[in-house]
């Protein structure tokens, strides 16, 4: 592609990665096309060379406890690209240091909690999340910091006003919820916290839909299996792969349900599924459009009290 070893290509590739909380792998692509032609590559970019690409990366960026995941949404299976830290304790709030103050991230720290806890396992309302101990903090703080974490791609508020994990936040903690919260998070087979999916009737093994659609690749629908106890599961509105818009919901823990939890309700615009970046926050080159670098609010923010 460009020679091998980690050179100018990965390094220009990594800056303009840093510069985006998360990128769709249709973007990554046309990114990494755009990249070459400014180094003067002549070369041409293939689709399978993004992979490659990060592949090269990683290896240069692991000692600093980063990665380049390539990770697909819960809901539809679309692809996306991030940067994360890859650590395994409360320090990764710390390195988040330069972007929030200490209220901020002992906010997101709690929302985080309550989103892993709550009885409607993997959502919390945000009535719920304005009612958070956070000590020292107004209400009307606690709502600009929330309107700040979805603004920054951490969480996504439905129509219903459910606040759910959004792709970024499902891949850089992947490995802080799996350490912290390791009796109360699900993993799927394919070792990644899973918050929506197909859930077994049988044992309550959550798998992401595309992982369970890839583990019974081979099956008809009426023959599809739990990739953990191997129970059919005869609810198709679970593993459907047919095309239809069907709405999907957090799974329920058989646990105790909390006051104020509720089931988020499917966006009405038609392309944004409940896990992952609005529309208008996509890079606009995934519609041929120029790429605009410039972050993206999710939603205005709503003003302080006193600056009202």
């Known amino acids: 592609m460009a020679g091998s070893g980690y050179n100018d290509l ?154 759910v994990p959004a792709p970024r936040l499902i891949a850089e903690f992947d490995t802080y919820l799996k350490h912290n919260f390791h009796d109360h998070v699900t993993v799927c087979l394919c070792n990644n916290v899973v918050f929506y999916g197909v859930q077994c009737p049988q044992c309550d093994a959550i798998s992401h839909t595309h992982c369970f659609l890839t583990f019974n690749k081979r099956q008809q629908p009426h023959e599809r299996k739990c990739p953990s106890c191997k129970t ?23 646990r105790h349900s909390s006051q104020g939890a509720g089931r988020p309700r499917k966006s009405k615009t038609p392309d944004t599924p409940l896990n992952t970046p609005a529309v208008h926050v996509r890079e606009a080159a995934d519609a041929g459009e120029p790429m605009d670098t410039t972050p993206v609010p999710t939603r205005p923010r709503r003003k302080r009290r006193n600056d009202q």
């Open 10 to 163: 990965h390094r220009m590739y990594l800056q303009a990665l840093m510069s985006r909380a998360i990128i769709s792998r249709t973007s990554a692509i046309r990114l990494l096309k755009e990249v070459s032609l400014l180094l003067g590559y002549r070369t041409p970019i293939k689709d399978d060379d993004v992979t490659e690409t990060i592949a090269e990366i990683n290896r240069k960026i692991s000692e600093f406890g980063q990665e380049i995941k390539e990770i697909r949404a819960e809901k539809d299976g679309q692809q996306f690209v991030v940067l994360v830290n890859v650590v395994d304790n409360s320090s990764i709030f710390e390195k988040l240091n330069h972007t929030y103050t200490l209220k901020e991230r002992e906010m997101f720290r709690l929302l985080l909690e309550a989103v892993v806890m709550a009885g409607t396992y993997g959502s919390v309302s945000t009535m719920d999340a304005l009612h958070l101990n956070v000590p020292n903090m107004k209400a009307g703080d606690i709502q600009d910091t929330i309107d700040k974490l979805i603004s920054d791609q951490w969480f996504i508020e439905t129509d219903s006003g459910i606040l």
């Open 232 to 254: 059919i599961i005869h609810n198709e509105a679970n593993g459907n792969d047919s095309g239809e818009d069907e709405e999907e919901t957090p799974r329920q823990r058989k």
